[in-house]
């Protein structure tokens, strides 16, 4: 069974490389929403503390994982929120 949470994991980290690439190569993040990106990366970094604690390694590093790449949207929208005129 733990086989179906990592292949879960990296599922879940294969889902925000689209994202990511085409904010990187738009420079626009005007369609994306900052509240509900800040609400993933609080849900992440709790479910985060609560898989620590319950020390589930699938878990911990999928969470760790998602924390850093809900981080890197959080980064991205700041920079590109609104499309630069030029």
Known sequence: ???FGWIGFVLFQV???????????SQDATGLSLPSWLI???ALL????YSIYRRDPVFTVGNAAGLV????MLFLIQRYGRRRQG
Do not use: N
């Not at 709790?46 to 503390?49: F, G, K, N």
């Open 69 to 72: 790449q809900a981080s890197v």
């Open 15 to 25: 889902f925000y490389i689209p994202q990511v690439v085409k904010v990187i190569r």
């Open 46 to 49: 709790l479910y985060l503390v």
């Open 1 to 3: 069974m733990e086989l």
């Open 40 to 42: 993933l990366w609080v």
